[in-house]
């Protein structure tokens, strides 16, 4: 797992109930990634309080070539 957008896309299959769903798109040469889920799962990527949020943030950051990458979660 080396890039950014699969790093994102693996914790976050393994969080929602439906995978098939997840989508992560690259935008802005590289620096910031958006990730979609269903409607029903969207609270589950985003926690309480946003703590997997927070976490899966602290993960990118802390990953070789996710340093100074953003995260968004799109509606």
């Not at 926690?47 to 509606?75: C, F, N, P, W, Y």
């Amino acid at each position: 797992m080396s890039e950014p957008k699969e790093l994102v896309e693996y914790i976050a299959k393994a969080i929602v109930s439906e995978p098939d769903d997840v989508e992560v798109h690259v935008t802005e040469g590289g620096k910031m990634l958006e990730l979609e889920t269903s409607d029903e799962d969207r609270g589950r990527v985003i926690g309480r309080q946003g703590r997997v949020a927070k976490a899966m943030r602290a993960v990118l950051g802390a990953s070789r070539h996710g340093a100074g990458t953003r995260l968004e979660i799109i509606d």
